[in-house]
């Protein structure tokens, strides 16, 4: 299948991944007529916090970072969003300015949908709209293990927990580091400490040979250690 075919909404793969999968097939031809395909260079944003979103973006490549600035002016990592994800759908729906960031952690491949299309659905697809709730309600509770993790676990627990998911959700590259390289400040971000502190950190699992560095690639070496440090053991 040409190109040209495979990034027309009712032909992507993609959809199969979020609520679109949901959509009628004529739906996602009007959808397909009225997007726009972009290409977003690494470090550049997708969305400000506070900005007000005429669209939503749905990922065919690539990862960004979710991010909201505390009050003591910190960037708190919430969410590694990737192929798949559709981005800035509560903003829409609600018509309120984005509550994230969106920052691309690589460069990426995004199809930009028109509000008026989203809206559309909803109004005339139940089916769509469950979809749609379906994954809020998954947001929600993303956002509510995060606060208890936040409150309830040490660093050490975190930042285990953060690179076993890394490791399960964006596998290794042909030498066995983390296929998906953040910046110790980015990890720090995710983990929610501050970037020393993870750095000593990430230094101690070092030397407890839970894991090896390169740069700022790493490879996990004993996942059943840093599953027990996970778990509070």
Do not use: W
Request: hydrophobic letters at 40%; one cysteine or more; proline letters at 1%.
């Amino acid at each position: 299948m040409a190109a040209h075919e495979e990034s027309r909404c009712e032909n992507c793969i993609i959809r199969q991944l979020n609520s679109l999968k949901a959509l009628k097939k004529e739906e996602l031809k009007a959808i397909s007529d009225s997007k726009e395909t972009r290409t977003i260079k690494k470090g550049e944003p997708l969305f400000k916090e506070g900005e007000k979103l005429n669209g939503v973006f749905c990922v065919r490549n690539g990862v960004s970072k979710l991010s909201k600035i505390s009050d003591n002016g910190k960037d708190q990592i919430v969410k590694i969003a990737s192929k798949g994800e559709v981005m800035g759908q509560r903003s829409v729906i609600a018509e309120e300015a984005t509550n994230l960031s969106a920052v691309a952690l690589n460069d990426m491949e995004v199809c930009f949908i028109p509000k008026t299309n989203i809206t559309a659905r909803i109004e005339d697809n139940p089916a769509f709209t469950q979809a749609i709730l379906k994954y809020m309600a998954q947001e929600l509770k993303l956002a509510d293990d995060v606060i208890v993790n936040m409150a309830q676990k040490t660093v050490n627990q975190r930042l285990a927990e953060v690179l076993l998911y890394l490791d399960k959700t964006f596998g290794q590259d042909d030498e066995g580091y983390l296929a998906l390289i953040l910046s110790r400040s980015d990890i720090a971000d995710v983990v929610g400490t501050a970037t020393e502190l993870c750095i000593r950190t990430l230094a101690k699992f070092k030397k407890e040979q839970l894991l090896e560095t390169k740069g700022k690639r790493i490879k996990l070496l004993d996942k059943k250690g840093l599953t027990q440090i996970k778990e509070g053991f």
